[in-house]
């Protein structure tokens, strides 16, 4: 079945770059997600890759996809305080047609 | 206001009693879905529905039932509760009938659960 795993804790000063990693087992995927969640909230869509990129870039993000080994990282340069949050990776697969989601990492930024 | 609004956003509750958790979206989405969270655990899927006439199991549907009632409310039941259903619970909508279906959820801001 899908199954998707993230380690569940990260810490980083601030200013340093922050990496978030996951692992998935769909093949079939066709789009990995980033989603955030602040404290007290739900999660939002911070950013997502179709699965025949393997590198997205959106201002402070990077999405880096390396398909064969099912790898999927988010890079946050220059993280603040206000990145502090739980970051999920989830997978869309035309199999499914649902997200699966993984455990969630708490980032934690030290000033 | 919120485009996906859930009622109650807390609610404690002693083992055994029937609760209903609401969820209604101003989306226009047509689809639905209630997942659980649990420190570590990340999110797990308890039933979603693709459109009215259409409800599916979950990885995690024992002990709960849905309804949906129409295509802008979706509502989670626990016809008996237990504590170890204390968890999040969190309604989630998308859209599959936009010009760019990339499966991306828009979630409500949760209800807090505890079952005594």
Known sequence: GEDVEQSLFLSVREGDSSVINCTYTDSSSTYLYWYKQEPGAGLQLLTYIFSNMDMKQDQRLTVLLNKKDKHLSLRIADTQTGDSAIYFCAEYGDSSYKLIFGSGTRLLVRP | ?116
Request: charged share 25%; with cysteine; aromatic share 10%.
């Open chain 2, 1 to 116: 206001d919120a485009d996906v609004t859930q009622t109650p956003r807390n609610r404690i509750t002693k083992t055994g009693k029937r609760i209903m958790l609401e969820c209604s979206q101003t989306k226009g989405h047509d689809r639905m879905y209630w997942y659980r969270q649990d420190p570590g655990l990340g999110l797990r899927l308890i039933y979603y529905s693709f459109d009215v006439k259409d409800i599916n199991k979950g990885e995690i549907s024992d002990g709960y039932s849905v309804s949906r009632q129409a295509q802008a409310k979706f509502s989670l039941s626990l016809e008996s509760a237990i504590p170890n259903q204390t968890a999040l619970y969190f309604c989630a909508t998308s859209d599959t009938q936009g010009t760019l279906n990339t499966g991306e959820l828009f979630f409500g801001e949760g209800s807090r659960l505890t079952v005594l």
